[in-house]
């Protein structure tokens, strides 16, 4: 099965995640087409809804003998479009394919899909789960729900890896703090407190601390932790004290650090600033957070995988991502996944792409890996 007019017609929807962008369309044209596209690769096709208005698309191969059940799984939101030339009109030029969501991550979406019409020709065994699902730029509410009512005993999740197997992903938290000062008329400084001012020493601090956490032994396949303030805002006019700041920042995750241990790690930077100076006020609060993930390199999928790469002339050595996915919502549902997808480039940005040999290498590779973890299971 092509999986290039599969991505095209992807491509050419416009799926951008209304919860980033309000008043942005979501994801259920997309689910439709790539439930026809399910349906035309041999799958029994059903909806799922996930919020209101949004909808998980999830195709199903049953083989007539017992054996695993194997999940694909990825996402078909988007980021927006600001700055992008046309985003919705998928154009391939010297081996790439152009438009919104061509990488991340439509490309892995359509070669799951594919693949999954390549293994339908044969299919006897086990359960095969094709899953797209929403909102994985925002809160993932199409992957909490996919594992509320499907379970399976492995899973690749299609995000775009360059064609390299990926056993683990970092996770991240989002915190607010606020820092408070005193409203006062410009030209009267004995009576104003500078709540700007004081998020200087906050930022600072932040630096300081994402320095220290930076310069630590790197954990296997993750890396090191990090940090970074992303949305400042703060004061009314030119000639007055500001009495509020307001910080977002993100602080991103290795395996083993909870939300307690981020909370942990703020509370002292605040309260070592009020240590300093008792007429500093500030408070934080945990906004938001996805966990890191990993797993053993030793496990049969990942095994599985590195032989199907092998065999197609491709590197099997594991590797992590940097970015989050929702490879960890599946594992915390007690499905064992690993990433595999096309490469390309411009993830968020306002030229993006995918390459197209990468997925068709992509749809051979999964099916490949799928066929080993049937036949060893």
Same mark, same amino acid.
């Given at each position: 099965?092509?999986?290039?007019?599969?991505?095209?017609?992807?491509?050419?929807?416009?799926?951008?995640?209304?919860?980033?962008?309000?008043?942005?369309?979501?994801?259920?044209?997309?689910?439709?087409?790539?439930?026809?596209?399910?349906?035309?690769?041999?799958?029994?096709?059903?909806?799922?809804?996930?919020?209101?208005?949004?909808?998980?698309?999830?195709?199903?191969?049953?083989?007539?003998?017992?054996?695993?059940?194997?999940?694909?799984?990825?996402?078909?939101?988007?980021?927006?479009?600001?700055?992008?030339?046309?985003?919705?009109?998928?154009?391939?030029? &010297?081996?790439?394919?152009?438009?919104?969501?061509?990488?991340?991550?439509?490309?892995?979406?359509?070669?799951?899909?594919?693949?999954?019409?390549?293994?339908?020709?044969? /299919?006897?065994?086990?359960?095969?789960?094709?899953?797209?699902?929403?909102?994985?730029?925002?809160?993932?509410?199409?992957?909490?729900?996919?594992?509320?009512?499907?379970?399976?005993?492995?899973?690749?999740?299609?995000?775009?890896?360059?064609?390299?197997?990926?056993?683990?992903?970092?996770?991240?938290? /989002?915190?607010?703090?606020?820092?408070?000062?005193?409203?006062?008329?410009?030209?009267?400084?004995?009576?104003?407190?500078?709540?700007?001012?004081?998020?200087?020493?906050?930022?600072?601090?932040?630096?300081?601390?994402?320095?220290?956490?930076?310069?630590?032994?790197?954990?296997?396949?993750?890396?090191?932790?990090?940090?970074?303030?992303?949305?400042?805002?703060?004061?009314?006019?030119?000639?007055?004290?500001?009495?509020?700041?307001?910080?977002?920042?993100?602080?991103?995750?290795?395996?083993?650090?909870?939300?307690?241990?981020?909370?942990?790690?703020?509370?002292?930077?605040?309260?070592?600033?009020?240590?300093?100076?008792?007429?500093?006020?500030?408070?934080?609060?945990?906004?938001?957070?996805?966990?890191?993930?990993?797993?053993?390199?030793?496990?049969?999928?990942?095994?599985?995988?590195?032989?199907?790469?092998?065999?197609?002339?491709?590197?099997?050595?594991?590797?992590?991502?940097?970015? /989050?996915?929702?490879?960890?919502?599946?594992?915390?549902?007690?499905?064992?996944?690993?990433?595999?997808?096309?490469?390309?480039?411009?993830?968020?940005?306002?030229?993006?792409?995918? &390459?197209?040999?990468?997925?068709?290498?992509?749809?051979?590779?999964?099916?490949?890996?799928?066929?080993?973890?049937?036949? &060893? /299971?």
């Amino acid at each position: 099965m092509d999986p290039i007019p599969i991505l095209e017609s992807l491509v050419a929807v416009n799926s951008i995640n209304p919860t980033l962008v309000p008043g942005a369309p979501g994801e259920s044209v997309a689910a439709d087409v790539a439930g026809v596209a399910m349906a035309q690769a041999g799958l029994d096709v059903v909806f799922q809804e996930a919020a209101p208005g949004r909808k998980n698309v999830i195709g199903v191969l049953e083989g007539a003998n017992p054996g695993p059940a194997v999940m694909f799984c990825g996402h078909i939101d988007t980021v927006g479009v600001e700055g992008m030339v046309e985003p919705f009109v998928p154009r391939v030029d &010297n081996g790439r394919l152009y438009g919104r969501g061509a990488q991340d991550m439509k490309g892995g979406v359509a070669a799951m899909i594919a693949a999954a019409g390549v293994l339908s020709r044969s /299919w006897t065994r086990g359960r095969l789960i094709v899953a797209a699902v929403v909102d994985e730029e925002h809160m993932s509410l199409g992957a909490e729900a996919l594992v509320r009512d499907w379970r399976a005993d492995v899973a690749v999740v299609t995000e775009p890896t360059d064609l390299q197997m990926a056993v683990g992903h970092k996770g991240f938290a /989002w915190v607010e703090v606020v820092t408070r000062g005193r409203a006062a008329h410009g030209s009267r400084p004995a009576e104003g407190r500078d709540a700007i001012a004081r998020m200087g020493r906050v930022l600072v601090a932040l630096e300081a601390r994402d320095r220290e956490l930076r310069a630590r032994p790197p954990a296997p396949f993750l890396g090191t932790a990090s940090l970074h303030a992303s949305i400042i805002s703060g004061g009314r006019e030119l000639s007055s004290y500001p009495d509020v700041c307001t910080l977002q920042m993100e602080r991103r995750t290795l395996a083993g650090e909870d939300d307690a241990v981020v909370a942990a790690e703020i509370d002292m930077i605040l309260a070592r600033l009020r240590a300093e100076d008792p007429e500093f006020e500030a408070t934080a609060r945990l906004a938001g957070s996805r966990s890191a993930y990993c797993l053993d390199p030793a496990h049969q999928l990942p095994q599985a995988m590195g032989q199907a790469l092998s065999k197609a002339g491709h590197r099997p050595d594991p590797v992590g991502m940097s970015f /989050w996915t929702d490879a960890a919502i599946l594992a915390g549902a007690g499905i064992p996944s690993i990433l595999f997808g096309p490469g390309g480039a411009g993830l968020h940005s306002t030229v993006e792409y995918v &390459n197209v040999a990468d997925v068709y290498a992509c749809r051979d590779v999964l099916s490949e890996a799928v066929k080993l973890v049937i036949d &060893n /299971w």
